[in-house]
Every structure is written in C-alpha cells, then in structure tokens.
C-alpha cells in the first residue's frame, strides 16, 4: 500500500487557509517533488462559517483529494478545531492557534499562539498564517523548510518578501521552542523579542 | 441522479489558473450558494508543464472532487488542449485563448484572445485569467456575473480593483461578440478600443 498523509488547514474566512493550503501543496510539490492534492469545498453551509483547505500528499498517483483520517490538523480557531478534530487520526498531529483556542480535547497538542505573534511582533495578524506554515515546516518532515519558503516567496506579494520570511522563520523558532519543552510565552510579554531568528 | 458540472482550466504556470480556480469557486459556492469544490494537483511531472486547476458543481455533497469527464475545459496555451481534450465530453464546452492555440480538434470551440486581450488593451497579460473568467461568466449559466464580480474583486490585491473589473468585463464582451457570431479581430488592430463595456 503507497504511502498517504492527510492535512487539513481549518479556522474562518479570513484567515487565509486556502492560501496557505496552495503555499504548502506548492512547496511539497513543486518545490520538494512529492505527489500532492489540494482541495478546498464550499457550499451553502460554508457562509459565515468555518473555512478548510485540504493537502493530500502520496508517493503516488492521487486517486482521492479528499482528506478522510487527517494526519495533521491544524485548527486556527475553536470552532475549527470543535468541528473538525473529530475527524484526526488517534496518532495524528494537532496543531492550534493558542490565542484563540483554549479547550483541546487531548493532552498531546502543539499550542502557539499564530495570531498573537502576528499582532505583537508584525502588528499584522494576516501573517499568523505563514507563521503557522513556519511552524508546520519544523514540526514534521513531510515539507522541507526551504520548499515552503521558496513556495511562500513565490506565492507574496511583491514587496512583502521580508515580512513574509520573517514570519516563517518566527513561526519555526516557536515550533522548535515546543519541541524543547520549553513554554510558549504569551504575547504582549516582550518574549518574542528575544527569538533566535 | 444528481446535477455535476467538472470545469476544467488549464495553461501553463504562470498564466494564473489557480486563482482563476479559487475565484470561480467562491463565485459559485459562497456567492451563488452552490456546492462547489475546487482541486489542484502537483507532482514532479508538473514541473515546467501544464498547470491545471479544477471546480466541481453540484447540486449535493460533492464526494468525489476531481474531474472526470469535463463539461467545460479552458486551454490558454496548445500545450494543454493537446494534453486535457481528451476528457471533454463531446457536448462540452472548449473555450481556448486563440492568441497561443492554433489548432483546435474539433469544429465547435469559443476562440477569443484572452492574452492579446489583456497585452492590447491592459498592457498587463497578467489579467488575461481575469478576462477568460469574464467570459466563462457570460457563456455559461453555471455562475452569475454578480457572484464573479465579488469573488474577484475580493480576491485581488488593493488598488488594482477597477483594472480586474475592466478586464471581467472585457471578457464578458469579447463573449457576447462570440455568441452573436462576430469574429473577434485580432488583438493589435484598435478594435478593442470600441468595445461595448
């Protein structure tokens, strides 16, 4: 049986899932050589509700698009993570925005507060969610750091090329905190700072 | 049964059909309220290939989200007519950008120069996407002009609304002249500067 990882990107409109969805199937891809899908749904149900973006990544051809067991779920609000954590595998990897997700069904999650870094450190909460691909690019082996940002700088606008890279590279120093066990401050303590970027 | 319409739109990388994709999504799914899901796939045959992206309508739970046989198919190079006709169902749609395809399979194609297009009178190929999205708007009935006017205009970045706004409806033009039968004239010839928008 091939190989098959399932990631589903989830918060609200607004927060920039679907781009981030194209970014990191762009950096598996192109940029790193896997077979990838990426899906995004909508329909009535969708208005004013929660936003997703699937990536399917394979060693092979991919027959369904569709995210079924999520291996990865990244949840950028509660209401994501409420409607869509059923759905993750028991040996998955939960990943939240901390500033805005507060109740986690299972001891074993990765917390960082996107949003927050985003307003403090960039006084721009629109990057929480390249952070948040900074992050996802050091927490598991499935995209190189380097393809995401060649797919990041690819995908920005022109002349947002900085911001952007120090946004992942903010979004990796507080994954490799987690990793170590230290604690993630919260914003507005002036931690972030002192971040080894 | 129920009603499935697979769009499929291709070119090369480059030529913004991802976007197009993503726009046309939201136009159909939140603005028109239909289920929609929209897919693209990368592996490392893409490389310096085709791009295509794809959006599935219906009027239930889309369950499988890839296209099969296509209802209508975009080709805005030769390359991907030459590698996509096969899976247009012979009563589908062809729409094909006639500033790069020359050769055409079949008798009954809509033939517009998305790229002279946006060249002549835009000065920007970058918008010929945004005409072809125009045009798609005006010969099918599978999205309102409203519903692509709000997906496009919130999608694209500040400042460069009414340049997409002018190209939506320079296709939407070029459409109309399709349908009641005038040729298009070749880009470079100031026709375009009296078009009806």
Do not use: C
Request: proline residues 4%; hydrophobic residues 40%; without cysteine.
């Amino acid at each position: 049986m091939s190989f098959r990882y399932d990631i589903r990107l989830s918060g609200s409109g607004g927060q920039g899932l679907i781009m981030m969805g194209i970014i990191l199937a762009e950096a598996i891809g192109v940029y790193d050589g896997k077979e990838v899908a990426q899906t995004q749904s909508y329909g009535p149900e969708a208005r004013g509700g929660s936003s997703k973006a699937e990536v399917i990544v394979s060693d092979a051809e991919i027959d369904y698009p569709k995210a079924m067991k999520v291996d990865l779920l990244l949840a950028m609000n509660q209401k994501a993570l409420d409607e869509y954590y059923e759905d993750l595998k028991p040996e998955g990897m939960l990943i939240v925005d901390s500033t805005f997700v507060k109740t986690i069904p299972r001891a074993t999650a990765i917390q960082i507060p996107f949003t927050g870094i985003a307003r403090d450190r960039f006084k721009k909460e629109m990057v929480a969610n390249i952070i948040a691909l900074g992050a996802i690019s050091e927490l598991t082996s499935i995209v190189s750091k380097k393809a995401v940002e060649a797919a990041v700088l690819s995908r920005v606008p022109r002349g947002t090329e900085k911001l952007n890279r120090d946004a992942l590279k903010a979004g990796m120093a507080a994954a490799r905190r987690v990793k170590k066990g230290a604690p993630i401050e919260a914003p507005g303590t002036g931690t972030w700072e002192h971040e080894d970027i």
